[in-house]
Structures are given as structure tokens and as C-alpha cells.
């Protein structure tokens, strides 16, 4: 990805830098060959060069590009689990997981982490956006994800003959994870995505099912990732889960839905992020009847928002660290609709949209390891900027419709909004 050359300056805006500071009412951003040289109030910036482009944020609002902390570029809206693994050829799955790409960059979100590729697509993606072949949020890349036999991602009888060639590794004990590891290692991915522990949306599962990994299988995946510098995180809901992730040196937890104070007290010992994708509860609890999810389904879905929310605030409270991502990629929780989780933090969980805006921006960045580089408005970071018709602080819920952004600016360059 080529950042733009020459000077751009954002003006006429209430400017939100990211780090949870007050908003500066009169900002004024200088962008120089893609990266920011000046981010402030207005009165006291740098002169800019005449031939500078400008862009007019209309009394609105720049904020840095959002950062998308659970993505899913491959899940092409599925209406029933089963149908990621079966469903379409690696071949059309790619090419769903670029238009994804695309959509997401055009939603505002200037990087994303996946959490868990079908095939090896993100991998690629993720070359793909870098060598411009595509347009795409910057992306970290994962794989196939890694579960225990028998465990929440392996639901189809073996006389189906059917391997989940696609969708995961399935080992048996710590020998088989760490083949498993190595085996992504070779893919070439950044993160291991693995499911410790079930879910509400599998009925042979459960959110409180905890051994779809074993503690010695998570510790081996680990083991071997950090040793090829990867990083590991897990799909963990039960209390025993997020604390076996967590005792086994798990880089961060998806969900984290049911803490208790001893999976508290060693998140925030080691301040391992958290990504909560909360909203997709709802919309599972809203539209399940719609998708035929049984009313057990449903109502493991109503105790998984409650229980991720209150874990949410502690955590805010505590001072640990969340990060904004929604496993968008269902029929339910389709692309697109990123920004209802941010909407769903602020009504809901009971956020201020402040707070929500730290999470989807510096804390997504530094999730992915990228916080030096952007997911804040700060001299010498990268200028990946989004410029909002309309104050953002008042209204979170404008980010929902990309028809209110005016720019979409990623390494300097407008990539998408209606001023491209
Ligand atoms: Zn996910």
C-alpha cells in the first residue's frame, strides 16, 4: 500500500485524536506524503503550503480510520454455521472475502484483525491490499482456527466424510496442536485463532462448555506460535476457558463472556486485551426466529449478552483493554453493519462514545501490534482518517451509514467516502 505524496489538510471539524481525550472543537490535521505531521486545533497549526488539497469536514467530525479487532473477511454472510464449511469452493470464498475487503474500508475501517480465515485467504488478502492488487482495511492476518476434536467447530459425523478442510484444524492432544501450529506457521499467518470453549449459537455446545480444547493442548499451541512469533487468541466464553487461555500465555480472548474475579485478575496482571463482539447477540436474539434458531439457541444468546456486557464494564473499569470487532459475516450479523457495535456499546452497554472510539481505534491498532503506526490522530503516524458529516460524539450511530462520511483517507489517500 503506497501512501499518497504531497500535503493534504483536514480542517473544519471537532477533532477526536484517539486517545480518549476531549475532542478539540476547531481541529485542523496535516497530512504529508500519507503520514500526519500535525494534528490539533486550528489556531497555532503550521501554515500550509498553497498548493495543498483540503478537505472541509462541514463542521463535522475527524477521527482516526476505525479498527475492525474481530474480522472475518471470509464469512460471506452465512445463514447457517454449517454452510462455511461446505458451501462454495475456495475459489469463490476469495473472491467474496475481497468484496468483504472493500466494504469494510468503505464502512471506515482502515485496518482490521481477523479472527479466523476459511482456507488460507487472509493471507493473501492481506498481500493483495499491501501490493494494491485490491483495496481493503490493513489487515493482521489468521488461518484455518485450531479445536479439539469433538469440540464446538467439529460438528459433522464422521460418516459425512466430511473433513472441515477449510474452516479448521482438528487435533487430538498437545502433539496434534503443535502440528497444527506449525502447519499455519508455514501458511504464514500472524495470529492462531483457537476455540477453547463453546458457544450459545452450537446446541451440542454451550456457552459454559469449556473442554473443546484441553488446558495442555492451549499451552502447546502457544509454546509453538510465540516461539515462530506468532500470537494466539481463542474463541473463550466459560469462566474455565478464559482462565486456561489466559494461565497458557493466550495473547488476547474473544469474548471473555463469563469472568469471574480470579479471569479478571489475570487479564488485566498481563493487560491482555479483550475483544467482546457483543452486538452479534443481539442480532442473533432480534433475527434468530427469522433463521430458524431454536428457542435454546436464542436464549443462550440473551445470557451471553448479559454476561459479556457486565464483563465489558469491568474491564472498562478496571483499566484493562477492549477492542471493537463484531464477527460480522452472518445473515444476521451481515458485512457492513461494523459500526452497530459501537452503537450497541454506547446504548446498550453503557459506554460513552468516547470511550467506544478509544476501543475501536488505538486499542484495535495496538491489538494488532500496529500502535506506533496508527489508530490515533498524532504526528508521525500514518494518516488513516476518517472525516464524518456530522458530530460523531452526539450521534455514534452516524458511523453506521457510510453515506455521512466524506472521507475515507488511508495513508494520505482518500480511498472511499463522497469526496473520492
Ligand atoms: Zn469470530
Redesign the pocket.
Known amino acids: 500500500m503506497t501512501n499518497a505524496v504531497g500535503t493534504t489538510v483536514i480542517s473544519n471539524g471537532q477533532l477526536v485524536i484517539g486517545t480518549g481525550a476531549a475532542p478539540i472543537p476547531n481541529g485542523y490535521v496535516v497530512c504529508v506524503d500519507g503520514k500526519i505531521t500535525y494534528a490539533g486545533p486550528a489556531a497555532g497549526a503550521p501554515k500550509a503550503a498553497p498548493e495543498a488539497n483540503r478537505i472541509d469536514a462541514k463542521g463535522g467530525t475527524i477521527l482516526p480510520g476505525l479498527v475492525e479487532a474481530?474480522f472475518?473477511p471470509t464469512?460471506f454472510n452465512v445463514a447457517a454455521l454449517e454452510d462455511l464449511d461446505i458451501k462454495y469452493p475456495v475459489e469463490y470464498v476469495t473472491l467474496l472475502a475481497a468484496h468483504n475487503a472493500k466494504l469494510a474500508l468503505e464502512c471506515g475501517y482502515t485496518a482490521a484483525r481477523s479472527?479466523?480465515s476459511l482456507f488460507n485467504i487472509d493471507v493473501w488478502l492481506k498481500k493483495a491490499i499491501e501490493n494494491d492488487v485490491c483495496v481493503g482495511p490493513r489487515l493482521a492476518s489468521s488461518g484455518r482456527e485450531i479445536c479439539g476434536v469433538g469440540g464446538l467447530m467439529d460438528w459433522n459425523p464422521d460418516f459425512r466424510k466430511i473433513g472441515m478442510e477449510g474452516l479448521v484444524l482438528l487435533v487430538n492432544g498437545p502433539d496434534e496442536a503443535r502440528a497444527a501450529v506449525r502447519k499455519l506457521v508455514k501458511d504464514g499467518v500472524e495470529w492462531v485463532?483457537t476455540y477453547p470453549t463453546g458457544d450459545a449459537a452450537a446446541p451440542d455446545t454451550n456457552d459454559h462448555h469449556t473442554l473443546c480444547m484441553t488446558f495442555e493442548e492451549m499451552h502447546a499451541v502457544v509454546a509453538t506460535a510465540h516461539n515462530h512469533g506468532l500470537k494466539v487468541t481463542g474463541?473463550c466464553r466459560a469462566t474455565e476457558g478464559i482462565k486456561n487461555a489466559l494461565r497458557a500465555g493466550y495473547d488476547a480472548i474473544?469474548h471473555g463472556t463469563f469472568m469471574d474475579d480470579e479471569a479478571m485478575e489475570l487479564l488485566l496482571k498481563r493487560d491482555v486485551p479483550c475483544v467482546p463482539?457483543l452486538y452479534?447477540e443481539l442480532a442473533s436474539i432480534e433475527r434468530g426466529p427469522e433463521f430458524k434458531m431454536p428457542q435454546s439457541v436464542i436464549d443462550g444468546h440473551k445470557e451471553t449478552l448479559e454476561g459479556g456486557a457486565e464483563s465489558a464494564r469491568k474491564i472498562l473499569k478496571a483499566g484493562g483493554r477492549l477492542g471493537m470487532?463484531g464477527?460480522y459475516?452472518f445473515a444476521w450479523n451481515p458485512h457492513g453493519d461494523y459500526a452497530k457495535e459501537l452503537s450497541f456499546f454506547v446504548n446498550y452497554v453503557g459506554f460513552s462514545p468516547l470511550q467506544v472510539l478509544t476501543c475501536a481505534t488505538k486499542t484495535g491498532a495496538e491489538i494488532m501490534g500496529r500502535g506506533d503506526e496508527f489508530g490515533t490522530l498524532e504526528a508521525g503516524k500514518l494518516a488513516d482518517v476518517l472525516v464524518v458529516d456530522g458530530d460523531v460524539i452526539a450521534n455514534i450511530g452516524l458511523l453506521e451509514d457510510r453515506r455521512n462520511f466524506l472521507a475515507v483517507m488511508q495513508g494520505g489517500t482518500v480511498k472511499a467516502g463522497r469526496l473520492v
Open positions: 474481530h472475518h464469512y479472527g479466523g485463532k474463541h474473544e463482539a452479534f470487532g464477527d459475516g
